[in-house]
């Protein structure tokens, strides 16, 4: 994760680097979920696929987190901009039971994100399972990594990030 200002504002570094931090848990969880609900679609509908086999092998702790980098990044700050309130330090002050706090909260709103974005976007989960299984210089992992970029820029729920960002990540 890049420890950075994605909006006016973006300035609460502790929880920055809290998401720094579990970087790495929350890639394995996106990962997961994306690939349990890629393989159950292939099932249920009894399609065989090239990311079938992949993925089937791929451990989603041990991928090139690269792939990934930008859909977290954007994510995440989403997830401070949403809940920038609920994100300052509770009395008495930060602290063990504060990161978790804040470590919980994140990982409940990611797999809500995750949840609407599969619901209000076509591929999300398949674009995802591509990255990972066609990493980098692979042009299918390059595509999918340009489409999850696209499809979060174009969410209305990410119109606050700011303009800079959006040209730097994803052209």
Known sequence: MI?????P???NNHVQ??????????????GKWCRNRYLSSVRDLDIPTLIRN????LPMNGFDHRTLQLFHDFLAASFRFYNAEDLQPKLPFPGEDEEKRIKSMWFS???????????EHKGIVKNVMEAVCYSNPNP???????????IVINDGRYDFLSAEKKKLWAP
């Open 3 to 7: 420890v950075g200002e994605y909006f």
């Open 9 to 11: 504002g973006d300035d």
């Open 17 to 30: 680097w809290i998401q720094h931090d579990c970087y790495g848990e929350a890639l394995a969880m996106i």
């Open 54 to 57: 992949k993925a089937l092998s």
């Open 109 to 119: 709103y990611l797999e809500i994100e995750l949840e609407r974005f599969s619901t």
């Open 140 to 150: 299918i992992g390059i595509r999918a990594e340009d489409k999850l970029a696209h």
